[in-house]
């Protein structure tokens, strides 16, 4: 679905191209969001890709991302080909210096993107004016850059950045979840107050004595949205602070489903250009030349790597090997799971729906992808890599294990009143990786800042649990018991 303005002629024949992308993507059984493109500059599309969205608030972070991507596109080590917003419309942007082959191509790419938007379960939640909202946003951040000054902010919006990635997700869902029954109604007739007035005046006393002995715990379970507990409870915040670590908040949890599903969705959009591509070039939408060059590109973008994983090239292999096992099972498969042939098609479309990269590397990385993808797990020893484990499931679970909480520290609010002197005890949930030190320091004085008494992180550090501690005046670190 074309929107693009111009009446140059190869405007023209990109327009013909993507209507063309846009009928194949329909006949396959995809349902994407209508699609707005944009021809703008590689000045432009790296701005919007170092900003995450277009029109969103100024921060020297993201002049220092757009710095580097811009530097390596000049020096011809790395090149966006698009940026797709999820909104629906859903907006594109192609890059001027791109050929009309190259567009077509990421324009097939992009609607594999839009129907994953629509149709994933984790995107369910997020915003889909999200454009228009991060407009709003940054009009406010710039009012209290006025009414208090351009440092005050920038110094303010540091410290909510410098943590923004430790939200939780799932508190969207269950907040949409049916309130249970409660167990025991308090009231089954209107008379029920007195009657069980001697019941409920002593289950009260109960209360005030259990209190008296051991106070609530605050919180009173370990509270994992780090951000959402000090917008709510850091002591002595202005409005426009706790304002701006919701602008912070919202927007994070508009990028955590594109977070949750990057290798999915990477290999969903490549599965899909692949076969619209093949299409349009049976139709006779691009030449043999053209799809000669298409061939070239693709086996660029799904380019294994020694020393990372491509998603483009993971998920694109696990889809396709899915597609193949469900469309043609084993005897066993048909036996033992009841597993029909022909039903490929259809299971990808139910992987589509309902799964994210965790639930869909441990379910589908089989024994032989991960041979066949030579997924071993590798160190550097001198100037070669050698391989340390080829144990598949070792292998499979370490993947899985990176992309927990999308490979960032799992901490969580253990107690917001420690020592009964409101100060802020955080605890990492140590899975094996420890923590950078010297950042964590310096995160707990951005932390400082915000909750305005001392703070604690607890990890682990050499085998030995240790407490690192900033009081706002200076940093320390001690060993705990174990």
């Known amino acids: 679905m074309t929107t693009l303005d111009g009446s140059n002629p190869d405007i023209e024949r990109l327009r013909d191209g993507i209507d063309a992308a846009w009928e194949e993507a329909r006949k396959f059984g995809l349902d994407p969001f209508p699609t707005h493109f944009e021809l703008v500059p590689a000045s432009i599309m790296y701005e919007f890709a170092s900003y995450g969205l277009p029109g969103r608030f100024s921060h020297w972070t993201f002049g220092k991302a757009y710095y580097r991507q811009k530097m390596q596109y000049d020096f011809g080590l790395s090149k966006i080909y698009e ?39 984790y995107f369910q939640h997020t915003s889909r004016r999200m454009i228009d909202k991060v407009s709003v946003h940054a009009d406010r951040i710039a009012k209290y850059e006025f009414d208090h000054g351009k440092d005050a902010v920038e110094h303010f919006l540091d410290a909510a950045l410098s943590i923004q990635e430790h939200v939780d997700y799932n508190l969207l869902l269950r907040e949409d979840e049916p309130q249970k029954e409660e167990k025991f109604k308090e ?127 993971i998920g694109f292999k696990m889809l396709e090997d899915i597609e193949r096992r469900w469309d043609s099972p084993t005897t066993e498969e048909r036996e033992r799971l009841g597993r029909k042939p022909g039903r490929g098609r259809e299971k ?12 869909f590397l441990r379910n589908y990385l089989t024994e032989d992808l991960i041979k066949d993808l030579d997924l071993y797990l590798y160190k550097k020893e001198g100037d070669e890599w050698v391989i340390v484990e080829k144990d598949w499931r070792k292998v499979r679970d370490m993947i899985v294990g990176n992309m927990t909480n999308f490979g960032y520290p799992y901490l969580v609010v253990e107690n917001g009143d420690y020592r009964g002197n409101r100060e802020l005890y955080i605890k990492h949930l140590y899975e094996g990786q420890e923590l950078d030190l010297a950042y964590a320091e310096k995160t707990l004085q951005h932390v400082y800042l915000i909750w305005g008494r001392p703070v604690h992180l607890e990890t682990m550090f050499d085998n030995k649990r240790i407490l690192l501690t900033y009081d706002g005046e200076r940093n320390s670190k001690s060993t705990l018991e174990k």
């Open 83 to 121: 940026m797709v917003v999820n909104t629906n419309p859903s907006y594109a942007f192609l890059m001027e210096m791109n050929n009309l082959l190259q567009n077509t191509f990421v324009a097939a790419h992009v609607f594999g993107h839009t129907d994953f938007f629509k149709n994933n379960a």
């Open 187 to 313: 009231r089954a007739t209107e008379y029920d107050d007195l009657w069980n007035l001697d019941q409920r005046q002593q289950r009260a006393e109960e209360e005030r004595d259990l209190h008296h002995i051991r106070p609530p715990k605050f919180p009173e379970k370990p509270e994992k949205d780090i951000l959402l507990f000090l917008m709510h409870h850091a002591p002595h915040l202005q409005d426009w602070q706790r304002d701006i670590l919701e602008i912070v908040r919202s927007e994070m949890l508009y990028f955590v489903p594109q977070m949750q599903t990057k290798t999915m969705n990477e290999g969903w959009a490549s599965l899909w250009h692949s076969r619209i591509m093949r299409e349009l070039a049976e139709r006779g939408v691009i030449t043999d030349a053209e799809m000669l060059e298409f061939a070239q590109l693709h086996s660029g973008v799904l380019s294994p790597s020694r020393t990372s994983l491509n998603p483009y090239y």
């Open 348 to 359: 990808l479309f139910e992987i589509r729906e309902m799964e994210n990269d965790v639930s």
